[in-house]
């Protein structure tokens, strides 16, 4: 299997050969790829600090009323790439646009604003996010020798050493704009009680500091992993999706029609934006959301686990040390739980006769693009709902086409730590009727 090669696509040779589990050993350690996961559940005991993490996050982050309290800031969001489009839109003649950067800014722009407050929109911080966002992907992603050697091993010292490099340079640079930062919001935190709703994260997570006994640096691994976690993701999904969606016209014209009918204003006029209240009346795009995360999980393999002891899997000897991947990619196209599991077809989730009674809250193990159990992403709700109100906006707003004779896009990916369309997205887009 050569470098740089999409493992996840390999992957399906354990299926097709009856075995469940595929064992790698890539350099001197042991990987077990699990692409069938059953229902069982072993005991296992969570460190305390990873429970008062998730706790924090659950309660007083990413909790359903605190994801609420940023509809306004998503939809402010939105309304400036609808503008960004319907400039190019209303071109003569229309213009083509670069959706993959204008859904990467737009994602990047959210999670900013929900992390930083939105005074912080125009002091060039967003841009620098973005670009620190992108190293830490590039970083993650590649292919580390000490992921697979010793460090001690003189083979690999060198460029070990240029690695860690790389990543202190980094860990340098997101050290010293968040130290700016939580300074300023020391700051101007406010004298009195305030609503922990409409705060941004870092006031929030300052509020909670002493309760929780947080240091700095737990304070900026946290806001770290809000980035890492918050952007690329759901930027992903909404490419992948468009992308898919311009491949199936048929698709794309059936979601056009739930929102363009569902939404109108008293005299039968288009509204100027779709916002989060309306879509709660919109199965097929939810659905259409879920399809797509299906086919296309923006991390291929969740994150990985690791055995502390020697154990048994299905008859397969597992030592202790070994890394455990789950494919979450290869669980999505799974010839024996999807029916025609390579076709883009949202009508499965839907709730009719006929369709996969699933939902993606880690309990059904067929579907999992967040992960199950205690480690499921506690950012899932942040991020559909970031995604929702956007797709159902391109939707509603613009007709869109091919640049040129082409029938469709691309769906070549780029592996890595997340899985990257190999081209840009580029579509022109037309003023809907």
Request: with cysteine; proline share 4%; aromatic share 8%.
């Amino acid at each position: 299997m050569a470098l740089g090669a999409a493992y996840h696509h390999y992957l399906q040779l354990a299926g097709d050969h009856g075995t469940a589990t595929h064992a790698l050993l890539l350099g001197v350690l042991i990987f077990l790829v699990i692409r069938l996961v059953s229902a069982r559940r072993t005991g296992t005991t969570s460190a305390n600090k990873r429970k008062q993490g998730r706790k924090l996050l659950t309660t007083h982050m990413l909790s359903t009323k605190k994801v609420q309290s940023f509809r306004h800031g998503r939809q402010e969001e939105v309304r400036l790439v609808m503008d960004k489009i319907r400039a190019a839109a209303t071109a003569a003649p229309p213009a083509a646009v670069d959706l993959s950067d204008l859904l990467s800014g737009y994602t990047n722009d959210v999670v900013c604003r929900a992390v930083l407050g939105a005074s912080h929109r125009n002091q060039g911080r967003n841009r620098l996010f973005s670009e620190l966002t992108e190293i830490n992907v590039s970083l993650l992603g590649g292919f580390n020798l000490e992921d697979y050697f010793p460090p001690n091993m003189a083979m690999a010292d060198v460029l070990l050493r240029l690695v860690s490099v790389k990543a202190r340079r980094l860990n340098q640079r997101w050290n010293d704009v968040f130290d700016e930062l939580i300074q300023e919001h020391v700051q101007s935190r406010p004298s009195g009680e305030s609503e922990e709703s409409e705060a941004d994260f870092i006031h929030v997570l300052l509020s909670i500091q002493q309760e929780y006994g947080l240091t700095t640096d737990n304070l900026k691994a946290i806001l770290v992993d809000m980035f890492e976690a918050g952007i690329e993701t759901s930027y992903l999904t909404l490419e992948y999706g468009m992308a898919e969606l311009i491949n199936n016209r048929h698709v794309m014209e059936k979601l056009q029609t739930e929102v363009r009918t569902t939404m109108r204003s008293p005299d039968g006029k288009k509204l100027d934006m779709l916002a989060e209240e309306d879509l709660g009346s919109m199965p097929y795009l939810k659905a259409t959301i879920k399809e797509t995360l299906r086919l296309h999980p923006p991390a291929p393999f969740l994150l990985p686990h690791y055995s502390t002891a020697d154990s048994e899997i299905d008859g397969y000897f597992v030592p202790a040390g070994t890394r455990v991947l789950v494919n979450a990619w290869a669980l999505g196209r799974d010839r024996t739980t999807w029916e025609k599991p390579e076709e883009f077809m949202p009508e499965r989730f839907v709730q009719e006769p006929g369709a996969v009674d699933v939902h993606m809250k880690g309990k059904d193990l067929r579907f999992i693009p967040f992960g199950s159990g205690r480690r499921i992403c506690p950012g899932m709700n942040f991020g559909f709902a970031t995604m929702e109100i956007m797709l159902a906006n391109l939707m509603y707003h613009f007709d869109w086409e091919v640049p040129g004779s082409a029938a469709g896009v691309s769906m070549d990916e780029s592996f890595g730590l997340t899985l990257r369309r190999k081209e840009k997205l580029l579509l022109v887009p037309r003023i809907a009727s």
